[in-house]
């Protein structure tokens, strides 16, 4: 059975720092592009940060350049979000995300998503 499990969920003011974490299991982690997404209330669901397999390239969203660096310890099946200079703007449901494309399948797996508020 694939689980995502998130951690991390916390209460921070603005302008200070949160890292997220993402344990996997029942994957061969190193094979996945991990993935955080983020969702804030009546909006959609949007990329925040990926990172391939089995590491080194990385993507962000324009957003949150600068500020988020997303990681991954292959040796603990853990992909990380770390946030500094968080903003208001940055609160919102923080979802990790597994895939795995392997012809003709696609492996797709989500976390349950975790809470981040930013607020003074």
């Known amino acids: 059975q694939v689980q995502l499990v998130e951690s991390g969920v916390g209460l921070v003011q603005p302008g200070g720092s949160l890292r997220l974490s993402c344990a996997a299991s029942g994957i061969i982690f190193s094979n996945y592009a991990m993935s955080w997404y983020r969702q804030a209330p009546g909006k959609e669901r949007e990329l925040v940060a990926h990172i391939n397999s089995p590491g080194g390239t990385t993507d962000y969203a324009d957003s949150v350049k600068g500020r988020f660096t997303i990681s991954r310890d292959n040796t603990k099946n853990t992909v990380y979000l770390q946030m500094n200079s968080l903003k208001p703007e940055d609160a919102a449901v923080y979802y990790c995300?597994?895939?795995?494309?392997?012809?003709?399948?696609?492996?797709?797996?989500w976390g349950q998503g975790t809470q981040v508020t930013v607020a003074s």
């Open positions: 995300r597994a895939q795995l494309r392997s012809f003709p399948i696609i492996y797709d797996y």
